[in-house]
C-alpha cells in the first residue's frame, strides 16, 4: 500500500511538503503521481516522478509552485508545495504509476491540504 502524510491545515502563502511511502509495493520500478481532490471538484494529476526520477507539473497553476522529487534509491518521493493558495485545498494521494505516468497502478491513502487564513 501507499501512505500519503504531511497534509494539514496552512496559511494562505505558506509551505507544505507530502510524503508518499509504499509497504509491499517496490515503488523503485514505477511511475510515482501526486493527485488531489477539491471538495466538490474531480479529482487531478498535479505532479507525477517517473522511475527515472524525471519529474513533471500539469497545470499552469501549479507548474511554479509545486516540486515532485525522489529519493536517490526512489523508494520515497514527495511533494513540495509553495505559495499556497485555497483554491489547493483538497485531499493529496500518491499513486504508484506505469507507463510513463500514464497508467494508474496502486492508489495510496490521501492527506488533508487546507489553505486557509
Known amino acids: 500500500q501507499l501512505v500519503t502524510s504531511g497534509g494539514g491545515p496552512v496559511q494562505p502563502g505558506g509551505s507544505l511538503r507530502l510524503s508518499c511511502a509504499a509497504s509491499?509495493?517496490?515503488?523503485?520500478?514505477?511511475?510515482i503521481g501526486w493527485f488531489r481532490q477539491a471538495p466538490g471538484k474531480e479529482r487531478e494529476r498535479v505532479a507525477c516522478n517517473d522511475k527515472y526520477g524525471s519529474a513533471t507539473t500539469s497545470g499552469d497553476d501549479v507548474a511554479d509552485r509545486f516540486t515532485t522529487f525522489r529519493a536517490a534509491t526512489r523508494d520515497l518521493a514527495w511533494l513540495q508545495m509553495e505559495r499556497l493558495k485555497p483554491e489547493d485545498t483538497g485531499l493529496y494521494t500518491c499513486?504508484?504509476?506505469?507507463?510513463?505516468?500514464?497508467?494508474?497502478?496502486?492508489w495510496g491513502q490521501g492527506t488533508p491540504v487546507t489553505v486557509s487564513s
Open positions: 509491499g509495493i517496490a515503488l523503485e520500478t514505477r511511475d
Open positions: 499513486a504508484a504509476m506505469s507507463g510513463g505516468c500514464l497508467g494508474l497502478d496502486v
